[in-house]
């Protein structure tokens, strides 16, 4: 293999990575803006980046482009703790809400409580609360 083939093979790797996180109709940004900021100005635009789930940079980017569109700043998207907790407490619900249907059809085979019932009616309980209140942490977020 010669050189050009390990360029041309750079090239197409660049590219691909490029595809894939721009999309393949978005054209290459070439120009960049580089800001140095104190440490509370980074602390701030890195807490807003964090909450709306990009980075500095692309947040800074977002922002500065509705900024000078005269358009309202983007909404920011459902942060990363929120879905977190979304995911984990449906993941709850799902498997303690299997544990009371085990449970009810124990019941309705041998005519007696199984001990667990109570416990996992009280977590599946728990973990609807706790989807409920993630959910409205959402709601609210949007």
């Known amino acids: 293999m010669d050189d ?3 360029a041309a093979t750079t090239v197409d790797a660049s590219e691909r990575r490029r595809v894939q996180r721009r999309g393949p109709n978005r054209e ?12 509370d100005e980074w602390a701030t635009i890195h807490g807003a980046a964090e909450r709306s789930g ?3 940079a692309g947040w800074c980017t977002e922002v500065g482009l509705a900024a000078a569109a005269g358009s309202t700043l983007p909404t920011p998207s459902v942060s990363r703790d929120a879905l977190a907790e979304l ?3 449906q993941r709850q619900l799902r498997k303690y809400a299997t544990n009371v249907n ?3 059809a124990a019941l309705h085979s041998t005519g007696a409580v199984p001990d667990y019932l109570v416990a996992a009616i009280a977590t599946t ?3 609807a609360r706790r989807l409920s209140d993630a959910a409205l942490v959402v709601g609210e977020r949007l």
């Open 4 to 6: 050009g083939d390990d």
């Open 125 to 127: 309980d728990t973990a």
């Open 87 to 89: 995911t984990l407490a």
């Open 54 to 56: 990009l980075s500095d």
């Open 102 to 104: 085990q449970a009810v």
């Open 28 to 39: 290459r940004r070439r120009h960049r803006i580089n800001l140095r900021l104190d440490d």
